[in-house]
């Protein structure tokens, strides 16, 4: 890996982060606040949150087994990925490079950061290459995309073909593993402490079941952390996200038990869709949806909207012509869905 000073922005390594009122002074201590300019009524919103969001980390550090100042807790993952940009990505200048299909918004992120994105086609069991990626860096990139189990394809990546792009590569590699909690592989957070060019994100928006709250993480170096946490804005993650995402990591065997449930659902709804006349081919999947290439996905689909049934066209990404992508639903819904698709 190449000095992490090399590798940050020069404006972001050299900048003075804002600091706010409630970092300048946080201890328990303290009895009245009068430094933030807040009101003092209507307690508990009338107060600034935590900016480093203490108590929350103390709470995933005991989930994720890891340190809590190996922790970066963001607005949705969406806010990890734009902020590995802006930490890294000179614009008009880097590049990145990440495989394709993948997540649509490391494309969308580094087109608003002005990041020139190069892409590397998977193959066509949706896997990929470690010395093809690598092969399509140059001195300029700074980041490498990853995303295991991928959306939307649904597989995991070998670990040790990660591991190779994470040793060969002189940047920073990300593991974006939004749907790791689905998988039956161990997750790239053990590899931390051995790479300091790894961020491993996650999200408590698919199995943690808190979309609503917004609340994603990155795992990395303290360093890296600490870059993040210089450019972030100050409050990025509000009071009301902290308590519910405390309460939620608090008990995380609710997790378990949906988990469990979507993944016995998931088996027989694979089972279903490979027995239906109009679909071709289901793709393996280690998430909380599959890929399944049909007749006419855009056909099937209008066909399904028109019943009040919404599943993601995939249609028009690269490698996945004809493909639905079907997120699993609750039984009933799951039932609805496949009797829809007998009818058609
Ligand atoms: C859904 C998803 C996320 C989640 O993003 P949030 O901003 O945390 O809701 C991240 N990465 C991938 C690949 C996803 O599919």
Not at 34 to 54: G, H, I, K, T, V
Not at 81 to 90: G, K, Q
Not at 218 to 238: H, L
Request: charged content about 25%; proline content about 4%.
């Amino acid at each position: 890996m190449k000095d992490l000073k090399e590798l940050v922005r020069p404006n972001i390594w050299s900048l003075a982060p804002y600091s706010s009122a409630r970092d300048e002074y946080s201890g328990k201590e303290a009895r009245i606040f009068l430094d933030a300019n807040e009101n003092p009524y209507n307690s508990p919103y009338n107060r600034y949150p935590d900016p480093l969001q203490r108590e929350l980390k103390t709470a995933i550090a005991k989930v994720k087994g890891i340190a809590e100042e190996n922790i970066f807790v963001g607005n949705g993952s969406d806010e990890a990925i734009d902020l590995a940009y802006r930490c890294f990505a000179r614009p008009g200048i880097d590049n990145v490079v990440a495989i394709e299909p993948t997540y649509g918004m490391y494309r969308v992120c580094a087109d608003i950061n002005d990041i020139e994105y190069r892409t590397v086609l998977l193959d066509e069991q949706f896997q990929f290459s470690a010395d093809r990626l690598l092969a399509a860096t140059d001195e300029k990139t700074k980041l490498i995309w990853l995303c295991s189990p991928n959306n939307p394809t649904g597989n995991s990546f070998d670990r040790d073909e990660m591991l190779r792009v994470v040793e060969g590569f002189d940047g920073i590699v990300i593991v974006d593993e939004a749907y790791g909690d689905f998988s039956r592989q161990k997750s790239m957070r053990a590899e931390l402490a051995a790479h300091p060019n790894l961020i491993v994100l996650q999200t408590m928006s698919k199995a943690w079941g808190c979309a609503a709250i917004r609340m994603g993480m990155a795992f990395a170096s303290k360093e890296i952390v600490g870059i993040y946490n210089k450019v972030k804005y100050p409050y990025n993650v509000n009071l009301l996200t902290q308590q519910r995402a405390l309460e939620a990591m608090k008990d995380p065997f609710e997790v378990d038990k949906w988990v469990r449930t979507l993944l016995v659902e998931r088996t027989r709804m694979v089972q279903a869709f490979s027995e239906l006349p109009i679909c071709e081919k289901d793709y393996p999947t280690d998430a909380n949806f599959f890929l399944a290439k049909m007749t006419d996905a855009q056909a099937i689909y209008d066909f399904l909207v028109d019943k009040g049934i919404i599943v993601r066209n995939r249609n028009r990404i690269q490698l996945c012509h004809n493909c639905l992508r079907v997120t699993i639903g609750m039984k009933s819904e799951n039932n609805e869905l496949l009797s829809a698709l007998r009818q058609y």
